[in-house]
Protein backbone atom coordinates (compact mmCIF):
# COMPACT_ATOMS: atom_id res chain seq x y z
CA UNK A 1 0.00 0.00 0.00
CA UNK A 2 1.16 3.71 -1.20
CA UNK A 3 1.82 6.27 1.92
CA UNK A 4 -0.52 9.35 0.97
CA UNK A 5 1.54 12.24 0.73
CA UNK A 6 0.36 15.74 1.24
CA UNK A 7 0.20 18.61 -1.21
CA UNK A 8 3.89 20.90 -0.52
CA UNK A 9 3.04 24.36 0.48
CA UNK A 10 3.86 25.93 -2.92
CA UNK A 11 1.93 22.87 -4.68
CA UNK A 12 -0.58 23.84 -7.19
CA UNK A 13 -3.98 22.04 -6.07
CA UNK A 14 -7.30 22.04 -8.25
CA UNK A 15 -5.82 24.88 -10.11
CA UNK A 16 -4.79 27.07 -7.61
CA UNK A 17 -1.58 27.73 -5.58
CA UNK A 18 -1.39 27.10 -1.96
CA UNK A 19 0.73 29.80 -0.90
CA UNK A 20 0.20 28.93 2.42
CA UNK A 21 3.32 28.13 5.11
CA UNK A 22 3.18 26.28 8.35
CA UNK A 23 4.14 28.92 11.02
CA UNK A 24 5.33 31.72 8.46
CA UNK A 25 5.36 35.28 8.77
CA UNK A 26 4.49 37.65 6.51
CA UNK A 27 7.30 39.45 5.17
CA UNK A 28 5.34 42.30 3.62
CA UNK A 29 4.22 43.20 7.32
CA UNK A 30 1.40 42.79 9.59
CA UNK A 31 -1.74 40.57 8.92
CA UNK A 32 -4.23 43.00 7.28
CA UNK A 33 -7.36 42.94 9.06
CA UNK A 34 -10.88 44.82 7.70
CA UNK A 35 -11.27 47.15 10.04
CA UNK A 36 -7.43 47.94 11.19
CA UNK A 37 -7.32 51.62 10.39
CA UNK A 38 -10.83 53.33 11.51
CA UNK A 39 -11.86 51.28 14.66
CA UNK A 40 -10.85 53.81 17.51
CA UNK A 41 -13.48 56.37 15.94
CA UNK A 42 -16.34 53.38 15.82
CA UNK A 43 -18.98 53.43 18.72
CA UNK A 44 -17.87 51.28 21.61
CA UNK A 45 -20.84 48.39 20.40
CA UNK A 46 -19.50 48.72 16.80
CA UNK A 47 -15.90 48.27 17.85
CA UNK A 48 -16.73 44.90 19.75
CA UNK A 49 -18.20 43.84 16.73
CA UNK A 50 -15.71 44.61 14.58
CA UNK A 51 -13.31 42.50 16.75
CA UNK A 52 -15.48 39.89 17.41
CA UNK A 53 -15.52 39.54 13.50
CA UNK A 54 -12.35 39.69 13.06
CA UNK A 55 -11.66 37.14 15.70
CA UNK A 56 -14.29 34.65 14.29
CA UNK A 57 -12.56 34.74 10.61
CA UNK A 58 -8.63 34.42 12.37
CA UNK A 59 -10.24 31.36 14.16
CA UNK A 60 -12.27 29.87 11.27
CA UNK A 61 -9.45 30.83 8.69
CA UNK A 62 -11.53 33.10 6.67
CA UNK A 63 -10.71 36.37 4.53
CA UNK A 64 -14.81 36.66 4.05
CA UNK A 65 -17.59 35.48 6.42
CA UNK A 66 -20.86 34.96 4.97
CA UNK A 67 -24.10 36.13 6.48
CA UNK A 68 -25.03 32.94 8.40
CA UNK A 69 -21.79 33.62 9.97
CA UNK A 70 -22.57 37.25 10.81
CA UNK A 71 -25.32 36.66 11.95
CA UNK A 72 -23.83 33.82 14.44
CA UNK A 73 -20.92 36.26 15.46
CA UNK A 74 -23.44 39.02 16.19
CA UNK A 75 -25.83 36.29 17.87
CA UNK A 76 -22.58 35.37 19.56
CA UNK A 77 -22.49 39.08 21.41
CA UNK A 78 -25.73 38.38 22.64
CA UNK A 79 -27.82 40.25 20.19
CA UNK A 80 -31.63 39.50 19.56
CA UNK A 81 -34.30 40.96 17.71
CA UNK A 82 -36.52 42.81 19.56
CA UNK A 83 -40.59 42.56 19.84
Sequence with gaps: MNAMTLPQPTETVGG???????????????E???FRDTRDSY??????????????KLT?????????????VISSLGYHKGE
Design 32 to 34: RRQ
Design 43 to 56: HPDARELANAIDSY
Design 60 to 72: HRRRFITYEELFD
Design 16 to 30: FTDRRQNGATRSDGP
